[in-house]
């Protein structure tokens, strides 16, 4: 079994920050690449950050320069979040696509359960 837990979220004020994690266990060969995601009531899941084994993170338009994703290591990501707004309030969500032990060299994706992001004054 693979499970991915995120942690971090909170309450926070305009203009301040929060970091993200995202830490992966079980029967885990390697993770070709971690995202996150977010989803508020009443909106469309949004594609926050994507982060390929190797390669450079790319950011939704709505948070490009204000947040960063990085590979922490093979098993965990983070997402920095600095100048958050009110419109960034989301459940965020941790997904990857892992080759595991048991899925013969194929790899599957993944989700966490989400952690709760919720911006106000």
């Known amino acids: 079994q693979v499970q991915l837990v995120e942690s971090g979220g909170g309450l926070v004020q305009p203009g301040r920050s929060l970091r993200l994690s995202c830490a992966a266990s079980?029967?885990?060969?390697?993770?070709?690449?971690m995202d996150w995601y977010r989803q508020a009531p009443g909106k469309e899941r949004e594609l926050v950050a994507h982060?390929?084994?190797?390669?450079?993170p790319n950011y939704a338009d709505s948070v490009k320069g204000r947040f960063t994703c990085a590979r922490d290591n093979a098993l965990t990501v983070t997402l920095q979040m600095n100048s958050l707004k009110p419109e960034d309030t989301a459940v965020y969500y941790c997904?990857?696509?892992?080759?595991?032990?048991?899925?013969?060299?194929?790899?599957?994706?993944?989700w966490g359960q989400g952690t709760q992001v919720t911006v106000s004054s």
């Open positions: 982060i390929r084994s190797g390669g450079t």
């Open positions: 079980g029967s885990i060969l390697s993770i070709n690449a």
């Open positions: 997904a990857a696509d892992i080759i595991t032990t048991q899925s013969m060299g194929v790899p599957l994706h993944f």
